[in-house]
């Protein structure tokens, strides 16, 4: 079974500090590994791809297949990156259903 | 171009009601999926459509929940007999299957 796991519902950085959000999963396979982005009053949208290798609005996220992990950073938060983020996994093979997780909700305060 | 468009935006329904919500993709778009959002929660998978063909609805959780795609293009996703527990942000998404979703607006259900 498919499992994405987010363990931190609520993130508070200041802007200007470094901000990492941490994201778990497991799968049998070959999973591909998404972040996706719900801004205040906008519908949710792809951040960023692990097999695109992007960095995105100067986020990051590395897939670690060692530890299971995809964790999104970025080295200086600002103010416009407060959203909600959601880690999400599909299968890979076809493009089939996402698993997401819980989401986390970051705060960058001024 | 256009987004996906969902409607109703909002719906309240009493207990017991059928409920029908409309998802139009982007055109072109070959691969439509559903998924239930409950407060706090990501999204869960529901169904999804390659064209017109129901390529996997492990999601549904029940046979009150029913979904159609029938001309490949827009869908409509039916909860009869409409319980409490049924309440819930429904979101649509489409993709041209390069494994990007791009998704609606969403349309929240609550069932008095």
């Known amino acids: 079974a498919q499992r994405v796991t987010q363990p931190e519902k609520l993130l508070s950085v200041f802007k200007g500090a470094p901000v990492e959000l941490k994201c778990n999963y497991s799968?049998?396979?070959?999973?591909?590994l998404f972040w996706y982005v719900q801004y205040s009053r906008q519908r949710l949208q792809l951040l960023l791809r692990?097999?695109s290798r992007e960095s995105i609005k100067g986020f990051t996220a590395d897939l670690n297949k060692g530890e299971t992990s995809f964790h999104l950073k970025k080295p200086f938060a600002q103010e416009e990156d407060s959203a909600m983020y959601y880690c999400?996994?599909?299968?890979?093979?076809?493009?089939?259903?996402?698993?997401f997780g819980q989401g986390t909700i970051l705060t960058v305060h001024p | 171009g256009a987004g996906v468009s969902q409607s109703p935006r909002y719906k309240v329904t009493k207990r017991g009601q059928d409920v029908a919500l409309r998802c139009d993709p982007i055109?072109?778009?070959?691969?439509l999926y559903w998924y239930r959002q409950a407060l706090g929660q990501g999204p869960e998978f529901l169904t999804y459509?390659?064209?017109?063909?129901?390529?996997?609805k492990s999601g549904l959780p029940n046979d009150r929940f029913s979904a159609e795609r029938p001309e490949g293009s827009i869908s409509t996703l039916t909860i009869q007999r409409t319980e409490q527990r049924d309440s819930a942000m429904y979101r649509c998404?489409?993709?041209?299957?390069?494994?990007?979703?791009?998704f609606g607006p969403g349309t929240r259900l609550t069932v008095t």
């Open positions: 459509f390659n064209y017109e063909a129901q390529q996997d």
């Open positions: 799968y049998s396979g070959s999973p591909e």
């Open positions: 999400a996994l599909s299968s890979g093979t076809s493009y089939g259903k996402l698993t």
């Open positions: 055109s072109g778009h070959v691969s």
């Open positions: 998404a489409s993709s041209p299957n390069t494994g990007e979703q791009y």
């Open positions: 692990h097999i």
